[in-house]
């Protein structure tokens, strides 16, 4: 499979996570709604990553998820905050006891679809 073909296919991914975000939010589900943002946003750096360096490192530590889209060019740049907001939820919304707010679930949805449309631009040009 080639790299074009892998970012296409975590884009997809990416969008597939982000739609179950939108309806686990309208479930009340603010916490899965959360998590299946981060993980859309993850993705969608994913298919930055491939697209702009032919490369994105797979680690279960998210932490250099940031760094790695920081150094994809200007394109990846302006999305790394983005990224960084997005991730700084993951642990509350997957591990910890207290739930996120419905405010922050809205919030990482927004910026996984920021993500997502960006990532799709990228793709497209």
């Not at 642990?91 to 405010?103: E, G, I, K």
Request: hydrophobic residues 45%.
């Amino acid at each position: 499979m080639g790299v074009a073909q892998t970012a296409q296919l975590h884009l997809e991914k990416a969008g597939e996570f982000l739609a179950a975000a939108r309806i686990d939010l309208a479930a009340g589900h603010v916490n899965a709604a959360t998590s299946n943002a981060v993980i859309a946003g993850i993705n969608a750096k994913d298919a930055v990553c491939l697209k702009l360096t032919g490369v994105t490192s797979k680690s279960d530590d998210h932490r250099g998820a940031v760094a790695e889209l920081r150094s994809a060019g200007e394109s990846g740049a302006n999305l790394a905050p983005v990224l960084a907001r997005l991730l700084g939820l993951k642990t509350r919304s997957q591990y910890q006891t207290t739930s996120v707010a419905r405010s922050d679930a809205v919030k990482a949805i927004e910026w996984a679809a920021r993500l997502h449309e960006s990532a799709d631009d990228i793709l497209r040009a």
